[in-house]
């Protein structure tokens, strides 16, 4: 955690009070003992933080339920939980051919969630409205007026620079190239949107919610038509220095392979995405979609199982790879590809632990992500919610100072 540059006693309180407001964020409703432990502080400094939260109305007092949270498991305390009134935060996946809203409290209690079908690549203009009108119709599903939600987190699926906040200039999202996303999407909805690639946000989505929670150096692989990597460590998503870090489905596989759409050649996309797998069959089996592969794959058609396992072993032997250099203590491997389960993951598996440096392979978890076509929604309520919990504890230090001088 960042330290605050100043060092007075009210930043110190401020400082703590964010500390205290995201575990209320992450842990849901939770005793002040608990709070006590997670955060490091004494007991009687969270007294006085959370009766000071409770003060400005963004906490309140709930009676334990029947389940009492906590390992120790002994008599619940009087559990204290933010107030569903103290905020809403909104979740936007944009896939290639889709788009998903989420709408969550601060305690990421999912209020309303829904999605749409539509070619997002090629018309961004009218993709973005079409988010927009979702969100609109999702928050009023959920009873949340706008002016409640304090930020929104949203995943594109292409790169984004981080200095620029363009989208890169890759033949990957044509009309997308030199448009604003951020700009354009706080312009429809009015509030604050926090933006990240769709591997990133899949990748935070399985951490924060899925297979990747408690795990501190995660690796999440998404395999679709594009192949991602999401990276993030201590529960922070790592980007690179321009945000391009994660590129994995551009490094080199077949020197002499297909020429892939970055300009190179052999690259792992050119050889096991899903249109990749589906190109491979097409005399075979003529047209497959990629989720008609990955069913006829489950049902024991011997020419789709093979396809889907020879990919589990390319994709496996870069993950070695990236064992070696980054030693994470998870893979989560989503996407449409991770819906052929055992058979992608045996290979893969089996690849990773006879191309990695033994020791590097035997403390990883190789895990099928959990959240399947919901991570990267659930990842960008998270990329919102870690952001608006800044503005959320400004927002409650404004008001008790305020309090204090009255
Ligand atoms: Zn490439």
């Known amino acids: 955690m960042a330290s605050h540059p100043t060092g007075s006693l009210e930043s110190l309180r401020a400082r703590n009070s964010r500390l205290v407001v995201d575990v209320l964020r992450t842990q849901g409703a939770i005793s002040r003992a608990e709070i006590a432990r997670q955060t490091g502080l004494s007991r009687s400094t969270v007294s006085s933080l959370v009766t000071d939260l409770q003060e400005t109305g963004l906490v309140l007092e709930r009676e334990p339920d029947s389940s009492p949270r906590g390992p120790e498991g002994g008599r619940p305390g009087v559990l204290v939980a933010l107030d569903r009134s103290a905020g809403a935060i909104v979740g936007i996946d944009f896939g290639h051919d889709h788009v ?18 539509r070619e997002v690549d090629d018309a961004a203009g009218e993709s973005l409205d079409a988010a927009a009108a979702l969100v609109q119709d999702e928050l009023m599903g959920a009873g949340v007026d706008l002016s409640r939600v304090l930020g929104a987190g949203m995943g594109l ?17 044509p009309s997308w190239i030199g448009l604003d996303p951020v700009a354009e999407m706080q312009e429809r909805l009015g509030v604050i949107v926090h933006l990240d690639n769709d591997a990133n946000v899949g990748a ?29 460590f201590d529960g922070v998503p790592f980007r690179g220095a321009h945000g391009i870090a994660g590129e994995i489905g551009h490094v ?3 020197p002499n392979g297909p020429i892939c759409r970055c300009g190179n050649r052999g690259c792992l996309e050119t050889l096991v995405a899903g249109p990749a797998l589906c190109e491979l069959l097409r005399r075979s089996h003529g047209e497959l979609t990629v989720p008609q592969l990955m069913q006829r794959a489950r049902d024991n058609d011997p020419g789709c199982r093979r396809v889907v396992q020879d990919a589990g072993r390319v994709i496996g032997r870069a993950l070695a790879d990236l064992c070696n250099y980054l030693n994470p203590d998870a893979i989560v491997i989503g996407g449409e590809l991770a819906t052929a ?10 690849a990773i632990e006879q191309f990695a440096l033994p020791a590097a392979a035997e403390g990883v978890s190789i895990l099928p992500g959990v959240l399947h076509e919901r991570a990267e929604v659930l990842g960008a309520l998270a990329l919102a919610g870690t ?14 100072q305020t309090r204090r001088s009255s």
Do not use: K, W
């Open 100 to 117: 998903r809203v989420a709408i969550a409290d601060l305690s990421y209690e999912i209020l309303a969630e829904g999605s749409i079908d």
């Open 157 to 173: 699926p292409g790169p984004v620079d981080r200095s620029t906040g363009l989208v890169r200039s890759q033949p990957i999202l």
């Open 204 to 232: 935070l989505g399985e951490c924060t919610f899925g297979a990747g929670q408690g795990s501190r150096v995660v690796a999440y692989v998404r395999l679709s038509a594009g192949i991602g990597l999401g990276l993030v």
């Open 252 to 254: 080199l596989v077949d």
């Open 341 to 350: 389960g055992d058979l992608l993951m045996e290979p893969l598996t089996a």
């Open 387 to 400: 952001n608006s919990a800044e503005a959320l504890t400004a927002q409650v230090h404004t008001m008790s």
